[in-house]
C-alpha cells in the first residue's frame, strides 16, 4: 500500500507535480490578468488564481519563497478534488498521479471530471485517458503551442508522464 500525503497524492505524486506543475508554470510575482486567460480571471506565482485565492486583485505582489511554497501544494489541492471521480488515483503510478494534477491545476477539475479522462482512467483505460489530454490545446479558441508543449513533451509532457507506469 502506498502511503498517501494527502486524499489524492502519494508523498512521491506530490513531490513530482510540485516539479512538473512549477516548469510549466513559471513565476510571476505580481497578480495580473493574462491575456490566454478567461475575462476575470487573475494569476500569480505562476498558476494560482482567483479562483484558487478568491481574494486575490491584479496589482498584489508575493514573494518568491511564497510562490514556491504555493505552487509545492497547488497540486495537492487540485488532486483532492480529482479523486472524488477517479478514486483509484492515489494507487496510481506517482508519474501518473503528478500529470493529472498538472493538468487540474492547468484547466481545472472540471476538465478533468467531466471529460471522458475521468471515465477512462476509471475503466482502466489509461492510454485513453492520457491521450485524451492532447485534445486540450487551446484558450479562447486559439491554438497555444505552449499548451501543446505541455502535454506533449518528451521529458516534461504531461501525456508522457500520464503513461509512464513507475
Wanted: glycine share 10%; charged share 20%; with cysteine.
Amino acid at each position: 500500500m502506498k502511503t498517501t500525503h494527502k486524499a489524492g497524492l502519494s508523498v512521491a505524486g506530490a513531490a513530482l507535480a510540485g516539479v512538473l506543475i512549477a516548469h510549466w508554470e513559471g513565476m510571476n510575482l505580481v497578480a495580473k490578468h493574462l491575456p490566454f486567460d478567461p475575462p476575470g480571471v487573475i494569476t500569480v506565482c505562476g498558476g494560482i488564481t482567483n479562483y484558487d485565492w478568491p481574494w486575490l486583485k491584479a496589482g498584489m505582489t508575493f514573494t518568491k519563497e511564497q510562490c514556491e511554497h504555493e505552487l509545492a501544494h497547488v497540486g495537492e489541492r487540485y488532486a483532492d478534488k480529482v479523486v472524488l471521480c477517479v478514486p483509484s488515483l492515489p494507487e496510481m503510478p506517482p508519474h501518473r498521479q503528478a500529470a493529472i494534477a498538472s493538468f487540474a491545476v492547468n484547466l481545472g477539475v472540471g476538465k478533468v471530471c467531466g471529460t471522458s479522462i475521468a471515465r477512462d482512467l476509471n475503466a482502466g483505460r489509461i492510454r485513453e485517458a492520457c491521450d485524451a489530454m492532447v485534445k486540450y490545446v487551446y484558450a479562447n479558441g486559439n491554438f497555444m503551442k505552449g499548451l501543446l508543449n505541455r502535454r506533449t513533451d518528451a521529458m516534461w509532457g504531461e501525456r508522457p508522464w500520464c503513461l509512464r507506469e513507475d
